[in-house]
């Protein structure tokens, strides 16, 4: 039996971003007998400007010191992370990690292990940095029944849309967000939505009770919103947000999706801007849970992890372990294609009688029933597309199955008048958010 008043051993793996945070947070804290013993880097010859001076290269010195006894992983990436996660577990160590590409990846085989270890693992900071969403999904929120989740999860295509909404194009926008360090050099895994798939697939796991690989999240980035997309958003009633979602449609099936969405400008998280991160949950009989915070960064992400690592302790002292089950229920993914959404549909239209009434019945024949047409002129929105003038038109749409939708958009491409072409280049569809 545990010593209840025993001091706790922490080794850290990495001590970037994150980890300097945590650093810094133990200095300052008062931390009730949980003490950092050591830092495992890359390199620790780099000089530090963190309050800690015993740093070693040898990540070993931590994985096999029986005087640890909670390992924290904040070096991110899969590997060497999950393998130093693994064998932590394996020499009866419990484990904290930030790492969302590591748990979406490989959580029920993590959490089996631990199980067979008697030890816990935490993770709050692997998604929404500084937001609480793992340990009240844990420990309370699933116990209820969760109808959906929308999340805005990722900092760096918030802050663009942010922009955006200042008629500042995607490049610009992503180029300021490059230079105030919410985007990487190489923003690809923010900007097509990747991130945020990895989020929202652990956050459905944990709801849902049938682990959700990122892979098997459906996604859409947001490079191809442009600047007028956001005013008509705003003149119909709408902002558009990055939204991670999940849902249960039927019984035994999830829809888990991100993509770029119209919501309501009377949603909660229309609201939410800038490098914010937010969660809106609707379920019973909680109703809705609605958090909002930075979503990554030092001081929120640390904070998060120094949360678990307490946590941890306090369980380690009682010898609590806490069980994290997944996989006990036979969930299917939904077919996009047979998922209805409203929507909104950008078609550059050649700017001559006709072109508008073609378009109208290639919808009609597809089913479509139209809500909203917008046309504007104007040197703000017209547009040389192949050599041609063409104007912007906006149609939003009643509900109709992802897949007609698809197989509506070739059928407008391909639409010829005796005038010739009537759409140029590729119209853009983006979905609207209603509030399940
Ligand atoms: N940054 C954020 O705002 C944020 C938000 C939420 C979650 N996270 C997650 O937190 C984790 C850490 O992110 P970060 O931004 O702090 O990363 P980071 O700044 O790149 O720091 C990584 C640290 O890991 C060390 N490291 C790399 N490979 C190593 C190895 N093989 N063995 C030992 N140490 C190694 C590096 O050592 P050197 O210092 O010697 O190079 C560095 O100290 C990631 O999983 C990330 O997804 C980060």
Not at 145 to 172: A, H
């Amino acid at each position: 039996m545990m010593d209840k008043g025993k001091a706790i051993n922490v080794g850290l793996i990495g001590c970037g971003v994150v980890g300097s945070g945590l650093v810094e947070l133990f200095s300052e804290n008062n931390n009730n007998g949980v003490n950092l013993k050591k830092i495992a880097v890359k390199d620790s010859k780099k000089p530090r400007k963190v309050p800690f001076n015993n740093f070693t290269d040898n990540a070993d010195e931590i994985l096999e010191d029986p005087g640890i006894d909670i390992v924290v992983e904040l070096i991110g990436g899969h590997n060497p992370a999950k393998e130093y996660l693994v064998k932590a577990i394996k020499n009866g160590k419990h484990v904290v990690t930030a790492n969302k590409a590591v748990i979406s990846e490989h959580g029920p085989e993590l959490f089996e292990l631990a199980r067979k270890h008697n030890v816990n693992i935490g993770f709050e900071g692997a998604v929404a940095g500084g937001i609480p969403i793992i340990n009240p999904l844990l420990e309370q929120l699933s116990l209820g029944d969760i109808t959906s989740i929308t999340g805005i999860l990722n900092g760096t295509t918030n802050f663009i849309l942010t922009r955006m909404g200042e008629r500042i194009d995607y490049e610009s926008a992503l180029k300021i967000a490059q230079e105030k360090g919410f985007a990487e050099s190489d923003p690809g895994f923010d900007v097509l939505g990747l991130d945020a798939a990895q989020k929202i697939a652990i956050l459905a796991s944990l709801a849902y009770g049938r682990w959700i690989k990122p892979s098997e999240v459906y996604c859409e980035g947001i490079a191809e919103i442009m600047p007028i997309d956001v005013d008509y958003a705003k003149e119909l009633g709408y902002a558009i947000k990055l939204l991670a979602t999940a849902r249960k449609i039927n019984e035994g099936e999830v829809d888990v999706r991100v993509h770029p969405a119209l919501i309501s400008n009377s949603h909660k998280l229309s609201r939410v801007n800038e490098e914010f991160n937010a969660i809106y949950i609707q379920g019973s009989p909680f109703d809705e849970y609605f958090n909002v915070g930075k979503g990554a960064g030092k001081g929120p992400t640390a904070f998060s992890v120094y949360y678990d690592i307490v946590k941890i302790a306090e369980m380690a002292r009682s010898e609590t372990v806490r069980e994290i089950r997944v996989n006990y229920k036979d969930l299917k993914i939904a077919d996009q294609d047979k998922v209805s959404t409203e929507g909104y549909l950008r078609l550059y239209l050649r700017h001559v009688p006709g072109s508008l009434h073609s378009v109208v019945g290639v919808l009609a024949n597809h089913g479509w029933n139209v809500k909203d047409s917008i046309q504007r002129s104007g040197p703000r929105y017209e547009m040389t597309v192949d050599g041609i003038k063409c104007l912007p038109n906006i149609i939003t749409h009643e509900p109709l199955p992802f897949g007609v939708i698809k197989n509506t958009i070739p059928d407008l491409i391909n639409i010829r008048t005796e005038k010739g072409k009537s759409v140029h280049g590729i119209p853009f569809y983006m979905r609207i958010h209603n509030s399940h």
